[in-house]
């Protein structure tokens, strides 16, 4: 393997690893899009939120950024409950904001809601700046050992936070599927997505089905945010805009509404800037990013795997 192969290879395993993170926080977008048709900025603060939800729990557990790293069954219960947390807290988020903001909108026409999530995203990211004295590029504990393996004895790293990583975001997209496949509430959130009015007569309740998509959806935005600390090292108040408008560009590029769609989007995403960044510039991935979502919007208006959806009276 030549030295330009090997670098293209690094930047797909680390394109890899932004893809599935990006998936994870645009299956929040395209979850809540399919169900009430309503784009909810305020995902954007919530994945920011948790990752301070995961580090003040790291922190009570007794962890800082001094902390050495951990090996083995430690590190795998010290994760689990640190997700188990951060996805518990960011659910329930998501739903209070369903419950106290959006739920008296639901029958307003017009851009109020998406308006609405706006401004509840602002007064979440001033919220987390006031909690956390204002500080920018908070250090996470560096928990997972610097670990890595060469792919094939070449030049290229796959490191034990990239494992990790897909791993968890592997998991998790599994359980998403099963769960809207097989279960009795999966199948009346697919049901209240076609068309809310016959799931309605066919006795769904459709308040409570929209108030598990926003705490699912939300859910999966703090595994996200947790798997962005811990991958980069750090957060800020500001990460949520930053990662946020990636993974609903790859939410709105697979399809909004389509479940694989967002993951293909986040994968595509993902390797398009990694590889951008690394033979054009990072100054430039952004205009590749949405360059590409321009043309696909242009030929494939409703996204790689979108389908055209019936209007709703």
């Not at 609405?116 to 987390?128: E, F, M, Y």
């Not at 998991?171 to 009015?197: H, Y």
């Not at 694989?260 to 590889?275: K, S, T």
């Not at 690394?278 to 696909?296: P, T």
Request: hydrophobic share 55%; net charge positive.
């Amino acid at each position: 393997m030549n030295p330009q192969e090997a670098v293209v290879l690094q930047q797909l395993v680390n394109g890899l690893s932004l893809g599935m993170m990006y998936a994870l926080l645009a299956l929040g977008f395209t979850m809540v899009y399919g169900i009430i048709e309503l784009i909810n900025f305020a995902h954007f603060n919530v994945f920011m939120s948790g990752t301070f939800f995961g580090l003040w729990f790291l922190a009570f557990m007794g962890f800082n950024k001094t902390s050495r790293p951990l090996s083995g069954l430690n590190l795998v219960l010290v994760l689990l409950a640190t997700f188990a947390v951060t996805m518990l807290v960011t659910g329930a988020l998501g739903a209070i904001i369903e419950r106290l903001c959006l739920k008296p909108m639901r029958g307003v026409s017009g851009t109020a809601p998406m308006i609405t999530t706006i401004g509840v995203s602002l007064v979440l990211q001033a919220l987390i700046l006031f909690a956390s004295n204002f500080a920018n590029n908070v250090p996470y504990p560096g928990l997972v050992p610097p670990d890595r393996w060469a792919v094939l004895g070449t030049t290229v790293n796959v490191t034990l936070k990239n494992v990790l990583l897909w791993v968890s975001a592997i998991v998790l997209m599994f359980v998403l599927d099963a769960f809207v496949r097989r279960t009795w509430l999966g199948k009346a959130m697919r049901a209240t997505a076609q068309d809310p009015e016959a799931a309605r007569m066919m006795g769904i309740r459709i308040d409570v089905i929209i108030l598990a998509t926003f705490f699912i959806g939300s859910a999966l935005a703090g595994a996200a945010a947790l798997i962005f600390g811990l991958y980069y090292g750090l957060t800020s108040y500001i990460v949520g805009y930053l990662a946020g408008l990636r993974a609903f560009t790859a939410a709105v590029l697979g399809g909004i509404g389509n479940i694989p769609g967002a993951v293909l989007g986040g994968l595509v995403i993902g390797f398009v800037e990694a590889l951008s960044g690394q033979f054009i510039g990072n100054a430039w991935s952004d205009a590749v990013i949405f360059s590409i979502l321009i043309f696909v919007m242009v030929f494939k208006p409703n996204g790689l795997l979108g389908m055209q959806r019936p209007q709703r009276a």
